[in-house]
Structure formats: structure tokens, C-alpha cells
């Protein structure tokens, strides 16, 4: 007999209607039409997501500290951090550049990092951050904005083509950015939004809906 009480939710692949019902830790429901998989039920995804997203914001500091490389023409070595690399490309007339690496590797991961710990450090401490709804989907809005992968890799192709001229030496940062990548992306495979906002939902049902 289905639970009439049940909420709809719709496939996000083939719009199929369905009844949300209680998943065992550990499992999934998958849809009947077309397989894809619509929720879990992964009881520690707020622990992990938090553990990785504190990892991720000390490595961010020390990848924006931290020189990328360092130069080393005739003797002479030149170190240049991440924002010193932004300002030199405003300098050097290629704003649009300069402003997307600005956006893409530095404010977007730290908005991402921050509202990720707004949201998990009080839901872990059995409180509820105000304003929750709003850094939910601040956290939606940012994270396809976060792309430290493409910095990576363009600052990795800058660095081959560099050493057929000069000595390069890669800086904390280069590491410190590799590492966050990796980071990053398992805080955002293990975040799950469905628990989240049924978390964060039922704390401010219990805090008396202030
Ligand atoms: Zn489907």
C-alpha cells in the first residue's frame, strides 16, 4: 500500500513523478524509468563535506599566501603569488583574463568554502545558521564558478613552455593548488543539499521557527 502522505519528487533526467519514501543508511533510490539515481541516504555526508571543506580552506590559504613559481634568470629569482599574477595581467592590459582568473580561482572558491562552513559547523554543533535558505543557494550559484582545475592546468602548460627558456621552480602554491583541487572536489561529492536542507529544516523546526 503507498504512503499517501508521502511528498512527489520529480526525475531530474525524464521528469517521472514519485513518491519520496525512507531509504536504509547506505542505499539509493534510482528511478523506475530511467534508472538515474535520484537521492541517498548517506548518514555522515555533513561530517565528511565539513571535514574536507576545513582541509580545503587551510590549503586555500596557503595556494593564495604561498608564491605559484619562482623565476630564476641569471642568478636572479623572481617569486609570484596567485593575486601578484592577477594584478600583473591587469597591469598588462589583458583585463578580461585577469578578472576571470580572479573570480574563478580565488572568490569563488572562497565563497564556496565559507558558506560551506557557515552551513555545516552550527548544523554539526546542533544549531542553525540564520539566513540558511539564502547560503544554499549562494552555495548553487558558486560551484560551477569554482574552476581551480583550469587554473591548474593553464598554470601547468604556462610552466612547460617556460622552461625552454628560463629555470623554473614550482612554489608552495603550485602543490598547495593541486592539492585543493583534489579537496574541492570531494567536499563536493560528498555534500549532499537533500540531507542538508531536511537537516538544517528539521534543527529550525526544533529551535521553535524563530
Ligand atoms: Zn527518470
Same mark, same amino acid.
Given at each position: 500500500?503507498? /504512503?499517501?502522505?508521502?511528498?512527489?519528487?520529480?526525475?531530474? /533526467?525524464?521528469? =517521472?513523478?514519485?513518491?519520496?519514501?525512507?531509504?536504509?543508511? #547506505?542505499?539509493?533510490? $534510482?528511478? &523506475?524509468?530511467?534508472?538515474?539515481?535520484?537521492?541517498?541516504?548517506? @548518514?555522515?555526508?555533513?561530517?565528511?563535506?565539513?571535514?574536507? @571543506?576545513?582541509?580545503?580552506?587551510?590549503?586555500?590559504? *596557503?595556494?593564495?599566501?604561498?608564491?605559484?613559481? $619562482?623565476?630564476?634568470?641569471? *642568478? /636572479?629569482?623572481?617569486?609570484?603569488?596567485?593575486?601578484? !599574477?592577477?594584478?600583473?595581467?591587469?597591469?598588462?592590459?589583458?583585463?578580461?583574463? $585577469?578578472?576571470?582568473?580572479? %573570480?574563478?580561482?580565488?572568490?569563488?572558491?572562497?565563497?564556496?568554502?565559507?558558506? %560551506?562552513?557557515?552551513?555545516? =559547523?552550527?548544523?554539526?554543533?546542533?544549531?542553525?545558521?540564520?539566513?540558511?535558505?539564502?547560503?544554499?543557494?549562494?552555495?548553487?550559484?558558486?560551484?560551477?564558478?569554482?574552476?581551480?582545475?583550469?587554473?591548474?592546468?593553464?598554470?601547468?602548460?604556462?610552466?612547460?613552455?617556460?622552461?625552454?627558456?628560463?629555470?623554473?621552480? &614550482? #612554489?608552495?602554491?603550485?602543490?598547495?593548488? !593541486?592539492?585543493?583541487? =583534489?579537496?574541492?572536489?570531494?567536499?563536493?561529492? $560528498?555534500?549532499?543539499?537533500? /540531507?542538508?536542507?531536511?537537516?538544517?529544516?528539521?534543527?529550525?523546526? *526544533?529551535? #521553535?521557527?524563530?
Amino acid at each position: 500500500m503507498p /504512503d499517501r502522505t508521502a511528498q512527489l519528487i520529480a526525475c531530474h /533526467d525524464c521528469d =517521472l513523478l514519485q513518491r519520496d519514501i525512507q531509504l536504509n543508511p #547506505g542505499c539509493y533510490a $534510482s528511478c &523506475p524509468r530511467c534508472g538515474a539515481v535520484l537521492y541517498r541516504n548517506a @548518514t555522515d555526508s555533513v561530517d565528511r563535506t565539513l571535514a574536507y @571543506t576545513l582541509a580545503a580552506a587551510m590549503v586555500f590559504l *596557503g595556494a593564495n599566501v604561498f608564491p605559484i613559481f $619562482s623565476i630564476e634568470v641569471q *642568478g /636572479d629569482r623572481s617569486a609570484i603569488t596567485l593575486f601578484e !599574477a592577477v594584478l600583473s595581467l591587469w597591469d598588462q592590459e589583458m583585463r578580461t583574463i $585577469s578578472l576571470l582568473v580572479f %573570480l574563478t580561482a580565488m572568490v569563488a572558491p572562497a565563497v564556496e568554502l565559507l558558506s %560551506l562552513t557557515y552551513l555545516l =559547523l552550527p548544523l554539526k554543533l546542533g544549531k542553525v545558521p540564520p539566513s540558511y535558505p539564502l547560503f544554499m543557494r549562494v552555495l548553487q550559484f558558486i560551484e560551477p564558478w569554482c574552476m581551480v582545475e583550469v587554473l591548474m592546468l593553464g598554470v601547468l602548460v604556462s610552466l612547460v613552455k617556460l622552461t625552454n627558456n628560463f629555470r623554473v621552480i &614550482p #612554489g608552495m602554491a603550485l602543490w598547495s593548488f !593541486a592539492v585543493l583541487t =583534489l579537496l574541492l572536489a570531494a567536499a563536493a561529492a $560528498s555534500f549532499n543539499a537533500r /540531507d542538508v536542507w531536511a537537516q538544517l529544516d528539521a534543527a529550525w523546526q *526544533g529551535q #521553535g521557527e524563530p
